[in-house]
């Protein structure tokens, strides 16, 4: 099975024959003798999609191009010093189809068709949030209430007629949902509410770090696929950003992000002292992102037993299959339903 690299230092990763080195450091300029082809800077932190490389690791680290993930099509994903994605390097697709592209994007172009995607992401969420709280309220916490006023909110899904106001509905949802995190969480620390650009406490900036990481592996499963990340239904499609893989990330971050954060701060295995805070915001330190890293990449490796395949997936898998589903849908093969928290 191929393997994720998350780099955690300061240096340059460079090529030589089939073999990528990592060399820590920041004044480490190979010499013209050295026949190396510098593949990409590495500033600060960066997740090269399990080995963790740090600055104590080794002078050069080896990393095998045919051991990495996605083989010799490697897409990479760049956070900055403060655990913020910055972008992705995304090489030329492997598969394209120009049917499939062309009918991404009537699908994009006709509102009816757009909007019958876009309220799946969102019902796809809001689902598996519901699924997340009856867990939780299982477990001894009352939650009741709050379970009914997402459901209800789940009813409107499907009467809105525009993309902003299907924005608006999944919004009320979210806030709905956060609420209900101070009692899921244990301890002292407390959402209050969702802030993002920056995020002002812990919880608020592990939330922003684990959706940034659901976001890369959504993009990194899309690449696999036919289907082109530009073009998306529910997020607009901009400049800078593979709009698709927001989309498609929508319906995962229940199971990854959120069951991720409860279980860290439930087993105490982040604390306040794995952030830190500089000019009114909050952000992971290295040692926290290292935690966070580990247990998300854990719970990638996680498989269940698939119920309309009838064999075991792991995870990620569980994003390629969801991207085909949405293949099938814009083909007119299959209508596309959003995957769904089963267990």
């Not at 996605?70 to 049917?99: D, L, M, R, V």
């Not at 593979?242 to 860290?264: G, Q, T, W």
């Amino acid at each position: 099975m191929k393997r994720n690299y998350y780099i955690f230092s300061s240096g340059r990763l460079v090529r030589k024959n089939n073999t990528l080195y990592f060399e820590a450091g920041e004044n480490n300029v190979p010499s013209e003798s050295d026949e190396e082809d510098v593949i990409m800077p590495a500033d600060s932190d960066e997740s090269d999609e399990n080995d963790y490389v740090t600055p104590a690791s080794l002078a050069r680290k080896p990393v095998p191009v045919d051991d990495v993930e996605s083989a010799k099509q490697i897409t990479a994903h760049f956070f900055n010093y403060y655990g913020f994605y910055t972008g992705s390097f995304y090489p030329k697709e492997p598969y394209i189809s120009g049917n499939l592209l062309v009918h991404q994007v009537q699908n994009y172009l006709n509102h009816e068709m757009r909007m019958k995607i876009a309220r799946q992401f969102v019902k796809g969420a809001a689902d598996n949030i519901i699924m997340n709280l009856q867990y939780y309220n299982s477990r001894e916490h009352d939650l009741e209430d709050s379970i009914l006023r997402i459901k209800r909110l789940t009813k409107e899904i499907g009467s809105v007629n525009e993309i902003n106001a299907l924005m608006g509905v999944e919004g009320n949802i979210h806030d709905e949902y956060y609420k209900t995190w101070n009692t899921i969480i244990k301890g002292d620390l407390k959402i209050f509410k969702r802030v993002k650009r920056p995020p002002d406490n812990p919880i608020n900036a592990l939330i922003s770090f684990l959706n940034s990481m659901v976001y890369t592996i959504v993009l990194s499963e899309i690449y696999k696929t036919q289907l082109n990340p530009l073009i998306s239904f529910l997020h607009e499609p901009g400049e800078r950003r593979f709009s698709l893989a927001l989309d498609i990330a929508e319906v995962f971050k229940p199971l990854f992000s959120d069951r991720i954060i409860f279980s860290l701060f439930n087993k105490n295995q982040l604390q306040e002292k794995h952030f830190t805070k500089e000019l009114n915001f909050c952000h992971l330190n290295e040692e926290g992102r290292k935690i966070a890293v580990r247990e998300f990449d854990e719970k990638l490796k996680t498989t269940i037993k698939h119920r309309t395949l009838n064999k075991s997936v792991n995870y990620r898998q569980l994003i390629r299959l969801e991207c085909y589903k949405l293949v099938k849908h814009l083909l007119a093969d299959k209508e596309y339903k959003p995957f769904k928290i089963w267990w």
